[in-house]
């Protein structure tokens, strides 16, 4: 099994920055990539950015290109999301997640961190 545990979240004024870090736990010889999403209220969970586990390979929604940026350090197994330029419409609960190399899924989820934007 694998844990994510997320960590900081918080409100930051339209403009600024704020990075999301995810700690990996547990079989994470398993996970092929990680990822970011988010949920604000009333919408759908949407990806954000994701980044291969050996490569370093990086991809990220139309949304948010130019402006965050996802990164990895394999030895502390841990990911993080740089957000910069932020906009209200950034705000949501921000969710790490794992890829399975076993099922090429999304099967393991962090509890989510919330990110507010204030205009």
């Known amino acids: 099994q694998v844990q994510l545990v997320e960590t900081g979240g918080g409100l930051v004024e339209a403009g600024g920055s704020l990075r999301l870090s995810c700690a990996a736990s547990?079989?994470?010889?398993?996970?092929?990539?990680m990822a970011w999403f988010r949920q604000a209220p009333g919408k759908e969970r949407e990806f954000v950015a994701q980044?291969?586990?050996?490569?370093?390979?990086?991809s990220y929604a139309d949304s948010v290109k130019g402006r965050f940026t996802i990164s990895r350090d394999n030895a502390k197994n841990t990911v993080y999301l740089q957000m910069h330029r932020l906009r209200p419409e950034d705000a949501a609960v921000y969710y790490c997640?794992?890829?399975?190399?076993?099922?090429?899924?999304?099967?393991?989820w962090g509890q989510g961190t919330q990110v507010t934007v204030s205009s």
């Open positions: 980044i291969t586990w050996s490569g370093g390979t990086t």
């Open positions: 547990g079989r994470t010889f398993g996970i092929a990539a």
């Open positions: 997640a794992g890829l399975s190399s076993g099922t090429w899924r999304y099967d393991y």
